[in-house]
């Protein structure tokens, strides 16, 4: 079992509002590429979906549950048919989304007992707090070629250290795909 976190990033280390749901005022800034910039798997999930669960918290899993069951596409059926866990203390009903169910206890006991690959996705409350227990293995970010100078990041000041590889970039359209894996201890 690995834990992969998969983001939209900005050159800066901004993770926050990529798509303008949030009403932030820089909202949107990878939807500004155009939806082939987002659309499909950018992220190279491939098998991991077809044996993997996702992880997601309750502001990413609401968000998708209102995209993702009416899209129709491969890709789409992939997100919908994949099992996915609802990290929340409000969300109760997820029958909005197939495959979805509220995680069962605590987010770090459950990712520990988990057998399959995990995929956090923007849920960055749950990256931190799985980052913080040296439990992330992979990060695939989507780095776009925007500058924000504000926002959440995905390494905030004071974060725990991480030794990091780099084992591919690949240009994505307007963005690259950086994947960088734990380097050996």
Known sequence: MSVVVIEFITLDGIVSDPDGSGGTPAGGWAFRYGPEAVAGDKFRLGGTLDNGVMLLGRTTWQLFSRLWPGRVDPFSAR????????ASRTVTDTSA??????LDGGLVDAVRRERRDV?????LS???ALAAEDLVDEYRLLTFPTVLGTGRRL????APRADLECVSAERVGA????VY???AR
Do not use: D, I, Q, Y
Not at 119 to 123: A, I, Y
């Open 79 to 86: 997100m919908n048919a994949v099992p996915k866990l609802v």
């Open 97 to 102: 989304w197939a495959n979805s169910r509220v």
């Open 119 to 123: 995929v956090v996705t923007g849920s």
């Open 126 to 128: 749950l990256v931190h």
């Open 155 to 158: 390494f905030p000041e004071g």
């Open 175 to 178: 963005a690259v795909l950086n």
């Open 181 to 183: 894996r734990r380097a």
